[in-house]
């Protein structure tokens, strides 16, 4: 499945592999690449999105040797070295089939957690509304590299789950300590939500970001525009990105998601 891996990122898959087989071997199913990798083309802050599939819920001791061993095979977003964020989840198969929201997941590896992680704080196993988006993803366009299709392994989510777990993400961010640090995701996964919410499908963020630009009020596309150039250029957009801006354009699109749903 390497032809399908884009090049500049085979060798951190390979070792994420590596990785995940060394820790779960015995109980794994699948592993399955999706997101930016193969939607849309890797962008200068793109992560590498992977979804492991096992047969049993892991133990404590592996699933705490899993996300320390990630580290090596990661890196912050932005940072030199030609390694980009990994973004892991790992889900027991009869945790999410027969589905049922929300799903349970085992872990899950991102780099919002390496401090934690460089602290020994391990996140336990939990239930995740974001599976419902995240499933739907890995079978609308993944690349099996171990098992089969997504398509085959997963069932369809229902689309009122779906609809769910949308809500239950934009309702996260209800004031500035909310998304402190973090103000170009949150804006362009308000994009996507707003995008899926609309259509019932799911694009690259730069996509959704464009979508999103052509149904905004004028005043709050200077924030999206912002967030679409640090995406796709890396440009900072720190002035835009923050403050009164920021917050009325998340409150708009907050308001905006959750008024589809109940219309």
């Known amino acids: 499945m390497t032809e399908c891996i884009p090049t500049e990122i085979v060798g951190q898959v390979a070792a994420a592999h590596s990785a995940i087989e060394r820790h779960l071997d015995a109980m794994l199913e699948a592993i399955h690449l999706f997101g ?18 096992v047969a049993v819920r892991p133990d404590e001791p592996a699933r ?5 061993d990630l580290l090596a095979a990661s ?45 020994g ?37 229902p689309a009122c789950d779906f609809e769910a777990a949308l809500l239950a993400t934009v309702a996260q961010w209800d004031a500035e300590p909310d998304w402190r640090g973090d103000a170009c995701n949150v804006v362009l996964a308000l994009a996507r939500i707003w995008y899926s919410a609309a259509t019932r499908r799911i694009a690259p963020k730069d996509v959704a970001a464009a979508w ?4 905004l009020p004028d005043a709050y596309r200077p924030v999206v525009a912002a967030a679409r150039a640090a995406y796709r250029d890396g440009e ?11 917050a009325a354009f998340i409150g708009y699109a907050r308001r905006t998601v959750e008024s589809m749903r109940s219309a």
């Open 36 to 53: 930016s990798a193969l939607d849309g083309g890797l962008k200068s802050r793109s992560d590498i999105d992977l979804l492991v599939t």
């Open 212 to 215: 999103m630009l052509e149904r």
């Open 236 to 246: 900072a957009g720190a002035a835009i990105l923050s403050g009164e801006p920021l």
């Open 75 to 119: 890196a912050p977003p932005g940072c030199a070295g030609g390694l980009r964020a990994l973004e892991v989840t790992v889900v027991a198969h009869g945790e999410v089939v027969p589905w049922r929201h929300p799903a349970r997941r085992e872990l899950q590896f991102g780099e919002w957690l390496r401090r934690d992680l460089e602290a």
């Open 64 to 68: 705490r040797a899993l996300m320390l």
């Open 121 to 157: 704080i391990v996140e336990p196993a939990l239930a995740d509304h974001d599976l419902a988006i995240l499933l739907t993803k890995a079978r609308q366009h993944s690349v099996a590299l171990v098992g089969p299709p997504a398509a085959v392994l997963f069932e369809p989510v």
